[in-house]
């Protein structure tokens, strides 16, 4: 009787209704999750070229592509993945079953050939942030002043780099601080290839020289087409790999396609040159040196009958090193990929300094979620105890504790919807909303139940609130110039908690002063 | 009643001297870690540049030998180590360089992965540029100062007299100096994520100084003494709930991060119980006794 009457008002509906409207948005998959999702295809990789497309950054987790069977065996784990793709034999047709569609393609020599990144499927919509995933974070600050355009194209350069080298899962944004200087924050989650840091941090000013001209610089102005498959780019067979000193070098090669302006002029650079012979072969003069960033990457001898010649298509060359003649090969065609992503990327408006960098170790995070998880529910546990100690009624720490898990779901439902990501910012904001939500519940507690009895319930309650706006208001001036200090590395954290708090004060709050009215009165 | 009750009630001008020489003595601690280290807290990694490189924790390490080792292959370079602990558990273990070159840190990860077995993917590492973590830190500061003054136009607005709000600013401010001082003492490195859990100690320290303000100022249907026994209630109740949660926090999380937010916070919760409770309480009583002495 009194229950339905303390569940039977608005505030109380409205909390109700927020609540179920959060957790159709987290949409929890109780019953876990089948299959790996998709985070990343790589391009001209086996599964590119069937047709598998890499997952939009803005989609809900819930939404992207998983992988559900490999010729026709249940792939439930990043194990299951791996164990069934090296079972494959090269060639041998492949169907790869997915929530959206059945690719075919034939299995590739390797399993990297393929070209997926998987991670184990959500369960949930909450992003898990890098902390809790692993991951990459870079922060970069321009190494002059620039203009919001400029930083605007620089972000999508960027970005672009990323996608051109495989990674989509990424987040790419301008940062300011309170004294207006500009980063960029980069965070690659599920990678802690440091690799990834050099393609971010340079400039990418990719130019051609013949006898100090330029002739040809990086981007889609000249450079019309890079390859990137087997036929056209790789190791160069001519050169192939060397032992020097105590390692090994090896070079690489890949065609390029110059837009027919960039062709002439290469024509014009070489038509005065001198041709000089040297037995059977015939060069010019001046050779063609490649600079990346204003060191040259290497140098080439230019043949004769290109003399004058608007040829479209070039060979462009580069090296690499290593311990081992493995390694060596490796590193080479890593700087390869790095080239060939800048030279189709072109030249970023300006020089960017890493001025943060965090590697943070996927098994580290998954641990510390199990971790924050068990702490959490310890947490409410002693708090609820405490509570208990103090009230010994059920009347009032049942709803208690219902209110500050429906606040905790609200925060978590308001992440998903605007897509953030959880990360350990986000909780320590909740830890904080958490933390506040039980103390204002004992403020309204006590105005209630403690005031005088000729005061009536609607006055105790107007007390109540006007300590916990007071108290909210003081917070909130807490948290705002944490919105910009420091290169907003702690915006996160300050969201979350604003946010959390918002929704406690004027959602859940006001709703379990309500129920307690009702259930006591 | 207690002779405890009755010196609180009676005493409490006398009192007020315990929370001032507590303000003082901070002050004295601040000064000298100011005087001696140039800095008025111990700045961690993050607030002053260089690498913090973490992996797990196993038996199998023979830390003092890695640490020897380790000071004697990197001779030129600043580097410590130091342990991770969670429920009195070694959990993970943390070297603290001034590197920020990544070759030379890929140098330490590799020394690291030898003599652990560990794999690369294994470490965490965290590289903060030197002049970020100035910058860092100064806007920081300056946030908690915007933070602070906007707090206090805050409650000065919702109480519209002065001494009472400024009687809450002192505590605010108080409990901040003095939990400072405490933390310096700890001998811990303050990273980011300490100076965010000061502002947030704004916001905890200030809302047991509104529930006395309130009840004090506005209840005035009841005795005085009543109005602050009724606070302290409410107000212990709030402490207790909100320092077990931490302390839960504090003793069980893996994150270094999340472990100095909850060391801040409790001492600040501790440093406010005084605050509140004497500072706040005793300019409050001389307040409204001046106040009916005037009419």
């Not at chain 1, 001046?286 to 230019?302: C, G, M, Y």
Request: charge should be negative; aromatic fraction near 8%; include cysteine.
């Amino acid at each position: 009787m009194t229950i339905s009457k303390a569940l039977w008002n608005w505030r109380v509906i409205f909390l109700i209704f927020c609540l179920v409207l959060s957790i159709i948005v987290i949409n929890p998959q109780f019953g876990g999750s089948e299959g790996v999702v998709i985070r990343s295809i790589l391009p001209n990789s086996t599964a590119a070229n069937s047709g598998m497309e890499n997952p939009s950054p803005n989609l809900q987790p819930l939404s992207k592509e998983i992988i559900l069977s490999i010729n026709g065996k249940k792939i439930s784990t990043e194990e299951d993945y791996f164990t069934q793709l090296s079972q494959l034999i090269v060639n041998q047709t492949v169907r790869l079953e997915t929530t959206k569609q059945v690719y075919t393609f034939l299995a590739p020599e390797t399993i990297e050939d393929i070209g997926v990144r998987v991670s184990s499927a959500p369960t949930s919509n909450i992003r898990k942030g890098l902390d809790l995933e692993g991951g990459i974070r870079v922060l970069l600050e321009p190494d002059s002043e620039i203009s919001p355009e400029d930083l605007d194209t620089t972000v999508n350069s960027l970005k672009e780099r990323l996608n051109v080298y495989g990674l989509s899962d990424i987040i790419v944004q301008s940062a300011k601080d309170l004294s207006g200087k500009d980063f960029i924050v980069i965070e690659i989650a599920g990678v802690t290839e440091q690799e990834v840091k050099v393609l971010l941090a340079q400039q990418g000013k990719f130019e051609a020289k013949i006898a100090d001209k330029t002739v040809l610089a990086g981007g889609k102005d000249d450079i019309t087409y890079v390859c990137r498959s087997a036929e056209c780019s790789g190791i160069d067979p001519s050169r192939g790999c060397s032992k020097t000193g105590d390692g090994y070098a090896c070079s690489f090669f890949f065609s390029i396609t110059l837009s027919p302006e960039a062709a002439e002029r290469q024509a014009a650079a070489t038509r005065n040159l001198i041709p000089e012979r040297d037995g059977t072969n015939c060069y010019l003069n001046e050779d063609i040196a490649l600079f990346l960033d204003d060191s040259e990457v290497d140098r080439l001898k230019i043949s004769c009958d290109l003399q004058g010649r608007a040829a479209s298509q070039i060979q462009i060359s580069g090296s690499g090193i290593g311990r081992t003649q493995q390694e060596a090969i490796t590193n080479t065609l890593q700087e390869m990929k790095k080239l060939q992503t800048v030279i189709i990327t072109g030249s970023l408006p300006v020089k960017l300094n890493v001025i943060k960098l965090d590697t943070i170790s996927p098994s580290l995070g998954k641990e510390f979620l199990n971790n924050v998880i068990f702490v959490g529910m310890f947490a409410v546990v002693s708090v609820v105890l405490v509570v208990f100690i103090r009230y010994r009624k059920l009347k009032i720490i049942l709803p208690m504790v219902a209110t500050l898990i429906s606040e905790m779901i609200m925060i978590l439902g308001f992440a998903a919807l605007v897509g953030w990501n959880l990360d350990l910012a986000g909780v320590a904001g909740l830890i904080i909303v958490a933390g506040t939500g039980v103390d204002h519940l004992i403020v309204i507690t006590d105005e209630t139940i403690g005031g005088k009895t000729e005061t009536n319930w609607k006055q105790r309650i107007k007390g109540a609130m006007f300590i916990i706006f007071g108290v909210y208001f003081t917070m909130l001036a807490g948290m705002v110039p944490l919105l910009w200090a420091g290169a907003g590395l702690l915006k996160g954290f300050a969201l979350t908690t604003i946010a959390g708090l918002t929704f406690g004060v004027l959602i859940a709050r006001p709703a379990y002063a309500t129920m307690i009215e009702k259930l006591l009165e | 009643m207690n002779w405890m009750q009755k010196f609180y009630e009676n005493k409490y001008k006398l009192l007020l001297i315990f929370p001032f020489l507590i303000l003082l003595a901070a002050f004295i601690q601040i000064g000298l870690q100011y005087s001696t280290t140039g800095d008025f807290v111990n700045k961690g990694i993050s607030l002053k540049g260089g690498s913090t490189i973490t992996f797990p924790y196993s038996d199998s390490y023979n830390l003092i030998q890695i640490e020897e080792k380790m000071s004697a292959t990197f001779q030129d370079e600043e580097i410590t180590i130091r342990t991770i602990h969670s429920a009195g558990k070694i959990i993970a273990v943390a070297i603290d360089t001034n590197l920020e070159e990544e070759q030379k840190i890929a140098n330490v990860r590799d020394f690291l992965e030898t003599e652990t077995g560990l794999s690369a993917t294994d470490f965490n590492i965290e590289v903060v540029g030197s002049s970020l973590g100035e910058s860092f830190f100064r806007q920081t500061a300056t946030a908690l100062l915007i933070g602070f003054l906007l707090m206090g136009l805050v409650v000065f607005i919702y109480f519209k007299t002065l001494v009472p709000s400024l009687a809450v600013v002192l505590a605010a401010f108080s409990d901040i100096v003095v939990t400072l001082a405490i933390f310096n003492l700890t001998g811990e490195k303050l990273s980011t994520a300490g100076v965010a859990a000061f502002l947030m100690l704004i916001g905890y320290s200030v809302d047991t100084d509104i529930l006395l303000s309130t009840r004090v100022l506005k209840r005035l249907e009841l005795p005085i003494m009543e109005r602050i026994y009724s606070s302290i209630k409410t107000g212990l109740t709030m402490t207790i709930t909100t320092t077990v949660a931490v302390l839960v926090a504090f003793l069980f999380v893996h994150s270094e991060v999340v472990k100095q937010i909850s060391l801040i916070i409790i001492i600040g919760l501790l440093v406010d119980t005084i605050m509140t409770w004497i500072q706040n309480v005793g300019i409050l009583r001389i307040y409204l006794e001046r106040k009916e002495h005037k009419k």
